[in-house]
């Protein structure tokens, strides 16, 4: 897979486009752990990369997003881009195309927003994210109480992500964390909380995981009928 999506990033270059790994591919990279997918961003817009690349799905075209099949492999390829406002607490209203380093501030953590390019074999960090790396801290990018509002579900996926890499919580996350634990079953699908709470169930420090939904408030708003279990 990841000789494929070095011929995609290489084929963006060669017309001219920045391209680079992006996303959770960079964090697993610099953690030594192997990627599951290389996701790719990159300055061409999805009408330039449906010319440049041969075998295309346009699975999210009007939020920038294209998938490419390169040599049997799914790739998901996503224009640099800044969001507008998210009324619905989930997507934004609308995109505006722009560059790397105003895509990585719309990211959700810092850990989840650099960009590596595998040719040049260079990180392309503008959150901090490898300090925050090397640290083993879970934050926010920019205002936590604004990326929660943006994007409910991040509650759970900041819990999640901090206990499967066994990570620890910056004090302004873990606030903010606390603090919108309620808007998990506002305008969040039960489909993307079951996907969380199963991907946290599978982990190795399910139990601590468990423990900080019930800390932050989050286990007796998504299960209660877990937290009225608590010493029975």
Known sequence: MQPASIKIIKELKKAGFEAYWAGGCVRDILLGVRPKDFDIATSAN??????????????????GVIAAIQDGHHFEIATFRSDSSYSDGRRPDAILF???EEDAKRRDFTINGMFYDPLKDKIIDYVGGQKDLEARLIRFIGDPHKR??????????????????NFQYEPKTYQAISKHASLLIDRVSFERIRDELNKIIVSKYAVNAFQDLEDTGVLNVILPEIQKMKAV
Do not use: S
């Not at 999805?46 to 939020?63: N, R, S, V, Y």
């Not at 929660?148 to 890499?165: G, P, Q, S, T």
């Open 46 to 63: 999805p009408d330039k990369i449906e010319q440049i690349l041969k075998h295309t799905i346009p699975i999210g075209k009007k939020f």
């Open 98 to 100: 722009t560059n790397a």
């Open 148 to 165: 929660i509002l943006e994007d409910h579900l991040r509650v759970l996926r900041a819990i999640r992500f901090k206990n499967i890499l």
